[in-house]
C-alpha cells in the first residue's frame, strides 16, 4: 500500500536556523508530490509542488523542497526559518494516475523568537 | 475571498443523531473531497466525486455517505455518529484530481 512518512513529528527551531523537513514515500511509479502547511487557526494551503522537471522546486516564503527519485524522497528546506513559520507542514503524494492522494502525518514547526 | 466554505465550523451532536455537514466552492473544480483528521494524525480521505462520479474509500465505514448536488455544493451524512467519528472533518477540490487541493477551514465535530 502506499504511504507517506514524514521522519519528524515535533521540530523547536531558533529564528535564523535552517530547516530540513524528510519526506518519504512508497510508491513505485510516477507521482505528483506538495507540501502543504497549516498556519495556526488557518486551513491548509499549498506550500509547493512538484509535478516533473527540475527536481528542485520552489515555493512561497522562500521554502524549497528537492525530489531525489532514488530515495523516495521530498525534503522541505528552507535556510533561515522566521518565527511566523510556526505551523503544521503535510507532505503528499498523488500518484498520476489521480485522485486520491496520501499524506504523511504532519511536522509540528514551532520556532522561537 | 473564501473559495472553499464549510458549515458550520463547529458541530455537536449526540450519539447516533444524524449529522450533515455542507461544503461549497466557487472554484468551479471538477472533483470534490472529504477528509477525516484526528489529532495528531493525517487527514484521511473518505471519499471523492469526480463531477457527479462518487467514488469511495475501500475503508471508509457505511456510516458516512455524501452527496454532490451540483459542482459547487458537496455534502457529508454520518447516519449515526459514534463517538470514535468525533473528529475534523475537511473539504478539499481539485481542478482534475492531480493537481493540488484547495482546502476549506473543516468543520469540527464533536460526539457527546
Known amino acids: 500500500a502506499q504511504s507517506v512518512s514524514q521522519h519528524n513529528h515535533h521540530v523547536i527551531l531558533s529564528e535564523a536556523a535552517s530547516l530540513e523537513l524528510g519526506c518519504n514515500y512508497s510508491?513505485?511509479?510516477?507521482?505528483?508530490l506538495f507540501w502543504y502547511v497549516q498556519y495556526p487557526g488557518q486551513h491548509l494551503q499549498l506550500l509547493l509542488k512538484?509535478?516533473?522537471?527540475?527536481?528542485l522546486v520552489k515555493g512561497i516564503k522562500g521554502f524549497e523542497a528537492e525530489f531525489i527519485k532514488s530515495k523516495f524522497s521530498f525534503n522541505l528546506r528552507k535556510p533561515s526559518v522566521q518565527w511566523s513559520d510556526t505551523a503544521e507542514y503535510f507532505c503528499?503524494?498523488?500518484?498520476?494516475?489521480?485522485?486520491?492522494?496520501?499524506f504523511g502525518a504532519g511536522t509540528r514547526l514551532f520556532v522561537k523568537a | 475571498d473564501a473559495m472553499v466554505i464549510q458549515n458550520p465550523r463547529y458541530q455537536v451532536t449526540q450519539f447516533g443523531k444524524p449529522v450533515t455537514l455542507s461544503c461549497s466552492q466557487t472554484?468551479?473544480?471538477?472533483?470534490m473531497y472529504w477528509y477525516q483528521q484526528k489529532s495528531s494524525q493525517a487527514p484521511k480521505l473518505l471519499f471523492h466525486?469526480?463531477?457527479?462520479?462518487?467514488?469511495n474509500e475501500a475503508d471508509t465505514p457505511d456510516n458516512f455517505q455524501s452527496r454532490r448536488p451540483n459542482t459547487s455544493f458537496c455534502f457529508l451524512d454520518i447516519r449515526s455518529p459514534g463517538l470514535g467519528d468525533a473528529a475534523m472533518y475537511l473539504c478539499?477540490?481539485?481542478?482534475?484530481?492531480?493537481?493540488?487541493?484547495?482546502f476549506g477551514p473543516g468543520t469540527r465535530l464533536t460526539v457527546t
Open positions: 466525486y469526480y463531477d457527479k462520479d462518487f467514488n
Open positions: 478539499a477540490t481539485s481542478r482534475d484530481g492531480v493537481r493540488e487541493q484547495y
Open positions: 512538484y509535478f516533473s522537471g527540475d527536481p
Open positions: 472554484l468551479n473544480h471538477n472533483v
Open positions: 510508491y513505485g511509479g510516477t507521482v505528483n
Open positions: 503528499a503524494v498523488t500518484t498520476t494516475g489521480g485522485f486520491k492522494t496520501i
